[in-house]
């Protein structure tokens, strides 16, 4: 069976199924979280003689990393969902972001004062290895119930992350993964986040493999009947995850469980369709991340707290609720 190319027909009737009623609402909400974003914060824009200067040099690059990354961390968390075949799989329950964080300090460590791009270079590279690692032990489990496969990537994500932490004791870099491990928000400025922009490239590389990894995520068998490279596309799906969770790696720092909720949640309104899922997911990304952003703005307010403190919280409590209602099916 090979994949229909995107016309000008088909691509008509692909707009007019995403822009419904509840998806132009879904901009509007985006937007509004926007406008709270960029009018949230301790500087004084308006009373300031520079505040309209800061304005974009701080908070204009913020509200524009928040959406990017968040945006990035959602879309990795349903492709791995779709090729691993498993509701519980994203970044943060595979190892992938502790890869990403070993790739960061591996840079750290062989160049003192690493450039972003180098930094971004060993968190993609790392994310890469750990994932495909990933697969890897995934091939060789017989029982891959929905709760097995998280608890090994979890597992092999503390077993990465133990390994960092003792590299940081002996090379005295723990300051390094502290500061990582918090993901905030706080340090984007101007100049800081413009490496986020790669995310578009990928979004839309994501988009144009959408309909092979969505045949990808029947098992290799039906896949590969239907007349696709099933580990080319699996190649090509792990790396463009490892290339989003790097960058957002190396910019931000680690985002838990966003990878997790938000295509979970889409899934069950829309089902698995990743091409017409895109949209929704991203947007639905961007909204959770800058509402919990803004409640870590002003829930101590001049001060903050990081921003991965509020996703945590949220994601961890989403992700037990998953697990009890999957036991619950089961028996």
Do not use: H
């Amino acid at each position: 069976m090979s994949i229909k190319k995107t016309g000008t027909p088909e691509a008509s009737s692909y707009f007019k199924r995403i822009w419904t009623k509840p998806f132009v609402l879904m901009v509007i909400a985006v937007l509004v979280l926007a406008l709270i974003s960029l009018s949230t914060g301790a500087y004084d824009i308006i009373g300031q003689e520079d505040g309209w200067e800061m304005f974009f040099i701080t908070r204009v690059p913020r509200t524009l990393a928040l959406m990017l990354s968040s945006a990035a961390m959602a879309i990795a968390g349903m492709i791995m969902q779709l090729l691993t075949q498993n509701r519980f799989v994203e970044p943060t329950t595979t190892g992938t972001i502790e890869w990403a964080g070993l790739g960061l300090l591996t840079v750290y460590i062989l160049i003192p004062g690493p450039t972003l791009v180098q930094r971004m270079t060993g968190a993609i590279l790392f994310s890469f290895v750990g994932t495909m690692l990933f697969f890897m032990f995934l091939r060789k489990i017989k029982l891959k119930s929905s709760l097995i496969v998280p608890i090994i990537g979890i597992m092999l994500g503390s077993v990465v992350s133990a390994a960092s932490t003792f590299i940081g004791l002996v090379f005295n870099m723990t300051q390094s993964i502290e500061i990582w491990f918090q993901g905030s928000f706080a340090s984007v400025q101007r100049g800081r986040y413009e490496y986020l922009w790669i995310i578009i490239i990928v979004t839309v590389l994501i988009y144009l493999f959408a309909d092979r990894l969505t045949l990808a995520s029947l098992g290799e068998d039906i896949s590969t009947s239907l007349g696709v490279k099933y580990n080319r596309i699996i190649l090509i799906g792990t790396a463009l995850v490892s290339i989003s969770v790097g960058v957002v790696a190396a910019v931000i720092g680690n985002l838990p469980f966003l990878g997790l909720i938000v295509p979970n949640i889409v899934s069950m309104i829309r089902g698995d369709n990743l091409k017409e899922n895109l949209p929704w997911v991203a947007l639905s990304g961007m909204a959770t991340i800058m509402l919990c952003d803004i409640i870590a703005r002003v829930v101590i307010a001049p001060f903050e707290v990081p921003v991965s403190l509020i996703l945590g919280t949220l994601g961890a409590v989403v992700f037990i609720v998953m697990l009890l209602y999957q036991r619950r099916r089961q028996v």
